[in-house]
């Protein structure tokens, strides 16, 4: 009787498909919390560039009159 061919499929132990879904998490570097932030706030990835992306213009935006919100509020009322 000949040995039975290599290429059929074969049951999977469970350190197997602990190992392949941790290759596939970790080969998904675009997903994530902190990618979701950082796309919403910041400008768009250039791919051919190693620099530091730059806040968007409404975040700056925000920023400063949050900011300015604090300083009328400080000047006013911790006087």
Known sequence: MPAAPSNEPRPLTVR?????????LGDRRHMGLRNL????TLEPRNPF?????KAKRWVVAAFGI?????LIFGYFHLR
């Open 49 to 53: 560039q190693r620099t530091g992306r």
């Open 16 to 24: 197997e498909v602990h190992e392949e879904f941790d290759k596939l």
């Open 37 to 40: 932030i950082g796309d919403a």
């Open 66 to 70: 949050l900011l300015l919100g604090f």
